[in-house]
């Protein structure tokens, strides 16, 4: 399985990005999907997930409301649309996929994901 992120760059405070992540490799239908971050210094969090068979889109607190996370069936493709962006949002953002679906409780974890990409930086002005 590959991940390719994009859509990264700089921002200043209140505005908007959209990250892409294009899978390969997997069969996209059967992908579970996350987006995690990791600032300088910090530990990888989770930021948002979706699960196969689950209509639910899972978000991190401090995040909800202010990103939309989505699947393009056509495209094989994630996105992370982030909206009033924050200084604290400045991170590394990478996606995320695991082929077996991931029980509800440990989709937080970075130890349930199987696969990453090589991750994009979003930096957010203040």
């Known amino acids: 399985v590959q991940l390719q992120a994009s859509g990264g760059g700089l921002v200043q405070a209140g505005g908007s990005l959209r990250l892409s992540c294009a899978v390969s490799?997997?069969?996209?239908?059967?992908?579970?999907m996350a987006w995690f971050r990791q600032a300088p210094g910090k530990e990888r969090g989770f930021v948002s997930a979706?699960?196969?068979?689950?209509?639910?889109?899972y978000y991190a607190a401090s995040v909800k409301g202010r990103f939309t996370m989505s699947r393009d069936m056509a495209s094989n493709m994630v996105h992370l649309q982030m909206t009033n962006l924050k200084p604290d949002d400045t991170a590394v953002y990478y996606c995320a996929h695991k082929t077996n679906r991931p029980i509800s409780s440990a989709i937080r974890s970075a130890d349930t994901w199987s696969n990453w990409g090589q991750g994009t930086q979003v930096t957010v002005s203040s």
């Open positions: 979706t699960r196969t068979g689950d209509t639910n889109t």
């Open positions: 490799g997997s069969t996209f239908s059967l992908s579970n």
